[in-house]
T-cell receptor, first 114, second 113 residues
Framework: AQSVTQLDSQVPVFEEAPVELRCNYSSSVSVYLFWYVQYPNQGLQLLLK??????LVKGINGFEAEFNKSQTSFHLRKPSVHISDTAEYFCAVTLNQAGTALIFGKGTTLSVSS | DAGVTQSPTHLIKTRGQHVTLRCSPI?????VSWYQQVLGQGPQFIFQ???????GRGNFPDRFSARQFPNYSSELNVNALLLGDSALYLC????????????FGPGTRLTVT
């Protein structure tokens, strides 16, 4: 079975500072990896995904993530955050198999202040 | 193009009642998945339907059921509501049922009192 651990429940940062949100996963087989963002009272929006190929994945809103197979990690980074990045961020994994679900971590709350 | 739509946006029910939540996928998408997101947690998978057939089911009791219609819209039904069913229910659609292509709706906030 697959599982996801988001290592930080809350990450407070100042505007224009860099940020890293950490995600580790567990799986005995190859998985696909995702980061989603959820703004208050909204659904989930896909930031980026890793399916195969280059381990550095670039997404929307200036975010990027690096897949590290040996450390089973998929950390999300942004070099300079904005107030508008304040949201809940979810790491997720799935298998490339119809009917298998996205498995989410518990989320990390990113709070950006001025 | 319209995204995934869900109705209602919010609703309040009493313990023991039943509820029906509705989801319309993105045009052309044939698969719908349902997730439950309890406050402070990540979403948990409930069901996936593809071409009107159940393709996957999460670890939820039989009080939860779903179906998909010929136009690919879907309903999630929950019977004998418990306080613990209070959550945001998210619907996601995908063209083929493969989970790396899922697009989420805004959700339905269910409160059970």
């Amino acid at each position: 079975a697959q599982s996801v651990t988001q290592l930080d429940s809350q990450v407070p940062v100042f505007e224009e500072a860099p940020v890293e949100l950490r995600c580790n996963y567990s799986s005995s087989v190859s998985v696909y990896l995702f980061w989603y963002v959820q703004y208050p009272n909204q659904g989930l929006q896909l930031l980026l995904k890793y399916l195969s190929g280059s381990t550095l994945v670039k997404g929307i809103n200036g975010f990027e993530a690096e897949f590290n197979k040996s450390q089973t990690s998929f950390h999300l980074r942004k070099p300079s955050v904005h107030i508008s990045d304040t949201a809940e961020y979810f790491c997720a994994v799935t298998l490339n198999q119809a009917g298998t679900a996205l498995i989410f971590g518990k989320g990390t709350t990113l709070s950006v202040s001025s | 193009d319209a995204g995934v739509t869900q109705s209602p946006t919010h609703l309040i029910k009493t313990r023991g009642q039943h509820v029906t939540l509705r989801c319309s996928p993105i045009s052309g998408h044939k698969s719908v998945s349902w997730y439950q997101q309890v406050l402070g947690q990540g979403p948990q998978f409930i069901f996936q339907y593809y071409e009107k057939e159940e393709r996957g089911r999460g670890n939820f009791p039989d009080r939860f059921s779903a179906r998909q219609f010929p136009n690919y819209s879907s309903e999630l039904n929950v019977n004998a509501l418990l306080l613990g069913d209070s959550a945001l229910y998210l619907c996601a659609s995908s063209p083929s049922g493969l989970d790396y292509e899922q697009y989420f709706g805004p959700g339905t906030r269910l409160t059970v009192t």
